[in-house]
């Protein structure tokens, strides 16, 4: 089993739809949970990152932890078709300045105007 | 944000010589910076850890004779691709983990460097 499983996609949506991205993990350890977009040819950014469970909001971003089913979600609203990237799930662990992140393979989204 | 630079933004070259490809971390300092590889629609694959002022660490199956890592200061490392074949040819990013900000263990990526080796 892969330390995170991410549905590579491709993922089509209306223009002005909510977008529902999801991660599942395998590690209980994972304390830091990231969401990156990554535009064709161009590096990761990061979009949201958190430690704990529950939602985080970020204007039409919603990133969504559970940490008991080990399982991240990112939520988009109102989607755009500058949103077309891929989204990358990401995490780690704590305390280590070593400590290595783990990526999901990314979901490649495409908003249809 | 914390922003990361890579230089070249593309390299083309001939089979069998070297490439540096350079990582700044513009405006903080970074005490690890990470370097990645992307086949095209494939996810990040970390190839070395790279420390200032140490060695670097490399994943297993990455080649340290080949893919020579520097990083001399808090601010910059660099990628050499040693006697480049084209199966070398690939996206190579860069990363740097931030020591300020809420979250230390941020990671801020550069933009990427392409390589095609002829």
């Not at chain 1, 971003?61 to 989204?87: C, H």
Request: aromatic share 12%; with cysteine; proline share 5%.
């Amino acid at each position: 089993q892969k330390e995170v499983e991410q549905d590579p996609g491709p993922l089509s949506v209306p223009e002005g739809a909510i977008v529902s991205l999801n991660c599942t993990y395998s590690n209980s350890a994972f304390q830091y949970f990231m969401w990156y977009r990554q535009y064709s040819r161009k590096g990761p950014e990061l979009l949201m990152y958190t430690y704990s469970s529950g939602n985080k909001e970020d204007g039409r971003f919603t990133a969504q932890v559970d940490k008991s089913s080990k399982y991240i979600s990112l939520f988009i609203r109102d989607s755009q078709p500058s949103d077309s990237a891929t989204y990358l799930c990401a995490m780690s662990l704590l305390g280590n300045r070593d400590d290595k992140i783990i990526f999901g393979k990314g979901t490649r989204l495409h908003i249809l105007p | 944000g914390a922003v990361v630079s890579q230089h070249p933004s593309r390299v083309i070259c001939k089979s069998g010589t070297s490439v540096k490809i350079e990582c700044r971390s513009l405006d903080f300092q970074a005490t690890t910076m990470f370097w990645y590889r992307q086949f095209p629609k494939q996810s990040l694959m970390l190839m070395a850890t790279s420390n200032e002022g140490s060695k670097a660490t490399y994943e297993q199956g990455v080649e340290k004779d080949k893919f020579l890592i520097n990083h001399a200061s808090l601010t910059l490392s660099t990628l050499t691709v040693t006697s480049a074949h084209p199966e070398d040819s690939s996206f190579y990013i860069c990363s740097a983990r931030s020591q300020r900000g809420p979250y230390q263990e941020t990671q801020y990526f550069g933009p990427g460097t392409r390589l095609l080796v002829l």
